[in-house]
């Protein structure tokens, strides 16, 4: 399809666990944006990709969270020793103009139960 | 810093009835406003967007207009139907390209 596609789905870890969530953005747009999106919350942001570099990465929520795109397409948001907190959909979305006018399409998110 | 607050929820509203769901904002600058919309079992997809002040964004029968004097961004529907039921979100883009988001209002529809 012609849209942001996030894999996996579902994806239930224990804690302490290493976790890999990728993000495949519609082809052609620069700009990748990783969310985490908590029960009954807004989109929270984590960080954002202008091609291949992180423009932002003022929302990680500390070092265990870790977020590449090394050809500027797919990007992997990794999290390593999983704590239960980080249990949450984290969303991806991608931009072909980044910010202000830019619309943002979303995934449909890949939802991360730590027990 | 930027930031958005929109109303709390939930709402349940009777069809054909009028919808107002509030949003103002905390920004530097001139940022640009967005309502994005999730349905049951889909992801977040754009609804408006105004990106200056005075500009009414509009789609699907729904209206805003980005109100700097007030720093606001409420969004309204004459008549909702059932299939308007979802969660809405506003949100707006600053200067650093970051977009940030309320925290949700859900919206159900009785008929």
């Known amino acids: 399809g012609a849209g942001v596609s996030q894999t996996p789905s579902n994806k239930v870890t224990e804690k302490g666990k290493y976790v890999e969530l990728r993000c495949d953005p519609i082809?052609?747009?620069?700009?990748l944006y990783w969310y985490r999106q908590s029960l009954g919350q807004g989109p929270e942001f984590l960080i954002y990709?202008?091609?291949?570099?992180?423009?932002?990465d003022s929302g990680l929520p500390n070092d265990r969270f870790f977020a590449v795109r090394p050809e500027g397409s797919v990007s992997t948001l990794k999290i390593q020793r999983t704590e239960r907190g980080d249990s949450a959909v984290y969303l991806c979305?991608?931009?072909?103009?980044?910010?202000?006018?830019?619309?943002?399409?979303f995934g449909e998110g890949s939802r991360l139960t730590v027990l | 810093g930027n930031s958005v607050t929109q109303m709390e929820g939930p709402v349940t509203l009777s069809e054909e009835a009028f919808l107002t769901i509030n949003c103002t904002y905390t920004?530097?600058?001139?940022?640009?406003l967005f309502w994005y919309v999730q349905y049951p079992g889909e992801g977040l997809q754009l609804l408006l967007k105004?990106?200056?002040?005075?500009d009414k964004g509009s789609n699907k029968g729904f209206e805003a207009t980005y109100r700097k004097e007030t720093t606001s961004f409420h969004l309204e529907k004459g008549s909702v139907q059932v299939s308007d039921s979802a969660v809405y979100f506003c949100?707006?883009?600053?200067?650093?390209?970051?977009?940030?988001f309320g925290t949700g209002t859900s919206l159900t529809v009785i008929p």
């Open positions: 979305a991608s931009s072909l103009l980044a910010g202000r006018t830019g619309e943002l399409f």
């Open positions: 082809s052609g747009h620069t700009a």
């Open positions: 990709f202008q091609g291949t570099g992180a423009a932002d």
């Open positions: 920004a530097t600058g001139y940022p640009s």
């Open positions: 105004a990106t200056k002040a005075d």
């Open positions: 949100a707006l883009s600053g200067t650093g390209n970051q977009f940030y």
